[in-house]
């Protein structure tokens, strides 16, 4: 075939989602539970927005947002990530406001076009989180700890790692990214390529950078933990004391600097084992700032967002095993297929899931079928039960057999799967 999907994107296939349903399904309920109420937010925005909100300097503003110009001449990108637009609807709608304290989730895909590998995709799916209008360190305690009893609701607890850091206010992180500029200067020339334009364009990116000699080069950097301002401190220390109450365990990672600039204060990566070099199963951190950069008022806010194809990789596939009709048709002769037809529908009408195959195969192949197919019951509908007006139900895992008339059917059914086999 020529035509093949794009590098990069996936197809989920019938036998993969039931793992991305019960994904939702486990995350919905958690995050309804902590009071979270879902948004669905268009894929496409104005490229100004991801400009604005994500910061020119980044990985993602640079290089990996899927841009274009419309037909009408306006340049639009498809999102590579969920805060940006979440404030923009919060704003656009009047939260400000009218609610400014809110609390939502949204999941869907996001596209970036990073180098694909193992948990790396262009386009990838986030459950992520926005929880606006509180500026108190219970906020961040509540995020952080909603965060950990996600994962844990997944049973994924004994393989994960959060880290902490804080970035201070905008004029701490603006003094910090001159001090570090400084320090930078006097290693350009043994740093990478990568790196000496990172000091000029954005130098706390350097100490990020994956390289080895980066690393050690820059092991004694000035810390930002060290340089945040005693209010700013005040509210880490904060976060820490409540998450140490709850018997939360992390660890602070003063040279963890995340790939988006609308950060501030608190930032977090939650890391797991087993996922290779993109082991940030989700991150997040407080926006404080974005809500006015984006034209609003002053909005203090925080979130994070989960990737789920790496979730799905932690995850165990029998967690969420395919779904199985309760019963199988097995007819003989054109008559017998169209009320089995008609009995299916109200079947599924009553929420009853049954199997059918639509060509006329021999009864033995049906039968055959009808065992494989993983049903609990057999519904055979032949000459004899055509005459009756009846239908045989065989019990497939006990092989017993027994008559019913058609129009008990539904409630002998109902009454046998309330009982186990
Ligand atoms: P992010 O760190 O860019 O943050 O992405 C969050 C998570 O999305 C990552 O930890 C990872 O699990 C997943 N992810 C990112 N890129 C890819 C990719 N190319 N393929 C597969 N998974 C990926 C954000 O997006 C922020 N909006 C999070 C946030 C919400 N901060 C505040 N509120």
Same mark, same amino acid.
Request: proline share 5%.
């Given at each position: 075939?020529?035509?093949?999907?794009?590098?990069?994107?996936?197809?989920?296939?019938?036998?993969?989602? =039931?793992?991305?349903?019960?994904?939702?399904?486990?995350a /919905?309920? +958690?995050?309804?539970?902590? $009071?979270?109420?879902? +948004?669905?937010?268009?894929?496409?925005?104005?490229?100004?927005?991801?400009?604005?909100?994500?910061?020119?300097?980044?990985?993602?503003?640079?290089?990996?947002?899927?841009?274009?110009?419309?037909t009408?001449?306006? !340049?639009?990108?498809?999102?590579?990530?969920?805060?940006?637009?979440? #404030?923009?609807?919060?704003?656009e709608?009047?939260?400000?406001?009218?609610?400014?304290?809110?609390?939502?989730?949204?999941?869907?895909?996001?596209? /970036?076009r990073?180098?694909?590998?193992?948990?790396?995709?262009?386009?990838?799916?986030?459950?992520?989180? &926005?929880?606006?209008?509180?500026?108190?360190?219970?906020?961040? @305690?509540?995020?952080?700890?909603?965060?950990?009893?996600?994962?844990?609701?997944?049973?994924?607890?004994?393989?994960?790692?959060?880290?902490?850091?804080?970035?201070?206010?905008?004029?701490?992180?603006?003094?910090?990214?001159?001090?570090?500029?400084?320090?930078?200067? *006097?290693?350009?020339?043994?740093?990478?390529?990568?790196?000496?334009?990172?000091?000029?364009?954005?130098?706390?990116?350097?100490?990020?950078c994956?390289?080895?000699?980066?690393?050690?080069?820059?092991s004694?950097?000035?810390?930002?933990?060290?340089?945040?301002? =005693?209010?700013? !401190?005040?509210?880490?220390?904060?976060?820490? &004391?409540?998450?140490?109450?709850?018997?939360?365990?992390?660890? +602070?990672?003063?040279?963890?600097?995340?790939?988006?600039?609308?950060?501030?204060r608190?930032?977090?990566?939650?890391?797991a084992?087993?996922l $290779?070099?993109?082991?940030?199963?989700?991150?997040?951190?407080?926006?404080?700032?974005?809500?006015?950069?984006?034209? *609003?008022?002053?909005?203090?806010?925080?979130?994070?967002?989960?990737?789920?194809?790496?979730?799905?990789?932690?995850?165990?596939?029998?967690?969420?095993?395919?779904?199985? =009709?309760?019963?199988?048709? +097995?007819?003989?002769?054109? &008559? @017998?297929?169209a009320?089995?037809?008609a009995?299916?529908? &109200?079947?599924?009408?009553? *929420?009853?899931?049954?199997a059918?195959?639509?060509?006329?195969? %021999?009864?033995?192949?049906?039968?055959?079928?009808?065992?494989?197919?993983?049903?609990?019951?057999?519904?055979?509908?032949?000459?004899?039960?055509?005459? !009756?007006?009846?239908?045989? #139900?065989?019990?497939?895992?006990?092989?017993?057999?027994?008559?019913?008339?058609?129009g008990?059917?539904? %409630?002998?059914?109902?009454?046998?799967?309330?009982?186990? %086999?």
């Amino acid at each position: 075939m020529e035509l093949k999907k794009l590098k990069g994107f996936r197809d989920l296939l019938p036998d993969e989602t =039931p793992l991305w349903q019960y994904m939702e399904a486990k995350a /919905r309920r +958690v995050l309804e539970a902590f $009071g979270y109420r879902e +948004v669905r937010l268009p894929l496409l925005e104005d490229t100004a927005l991801f400009r604005r909100s994500i910061g020119e300097a980044t990985d993602i503003v640079e290089k990996e947002m899927y841009t274009f110009v419309d037909t009408g001449g306006n !340049s639009v990108t498809l999102r590579p990530e969920g805060t940006a637009s979440a #404030v923009r609807a919060y704003l656009e709608n009047g939260f400000a406001r009218s609610a400014p304290k809110a609390r939502w989730y949204y999941l869907g895909p996001m596209f /970036r076009r990073e180098r694909p590998q193992k948990g790396r995709l262009r386009q990838f799916h986030q459950i992520g989180v &926005e929880c606006f209008g509180w500026a108190e360190a219970e906020a961040d @305690a509540e995020v952080l700890t909603l965060l950990w009893d996600l994962f844990a609701a997944f049973g994924l607890s004994d393989r994960l790692r959060l880290e902490i850091n804080t970035l201070g206010c905008s004029a701490d992180r603006a003094a910090y990214v001159q001090t570090l500029r400084a320090h930078l200067q *006097g290693l350009r020339s043994d740093l990478c390529p990568d790196c000496q334009r990172r000091i000029d364009t954005n130098p706390l990116r350097v100490l990020d950078c994956k390289k080895e000699r980066c690393r050690q080069l820059t092991s004694d950097a000035p810390r930002i933990t060290e340089a945040v301002c =005693p209010k700013c !401190s005040e509210h880490f220390a904060r976060v820490r &004391e409540i998450l140490d109450g709850v018997g939360l365990a992390y660890r +602070v990672n003063p040279r963890m600097v995340r790939g988006l600039d609308y950060y501030n204060r608190t930032t977090f990566e939650l890391l797991a084992e087993g996922l $290779g070099a993109q082991n940030a199963v989700a991150a997040g951190g407080r926006y404080d700032g974005l809500a006015e950069a984006l034209g *609003g008022p002053p909005v203090p806010a925080l979130g994070f967002a989960l990737g789920m194809e790496r979730l799905g990789l932690l995850l165990d596939p029998e967690a969420a095993p395919a779904p199985v =009709p309760t019963a199988y048709w +097995v007819t003989r002769g054109p &008559e @017998a297929a169209a009320r089995a037809l008609a009995l299916r529908r &109200e079947l599924a009408a009553r *929420g009853m899931g049954s199997a059918m195959d639509l060509a006329a195969r %021999s009864f033995k192949a049906q039968m055959r079928a009808a065992d494989r197919s993983g049903a609990r019951f057999a519904l055979i509908l032949a000459e004899d039960e055509m005459a !009756s007006g009846t239908v045989t #139900v065989k019990d497939l895992s006990t092989g017993n057999q027994e008559t019913v008339a058609v129009g008990e059917l539904i %409630s002998y059914l109902m009454g046998r799967i309330a009982t186990p %086999s």
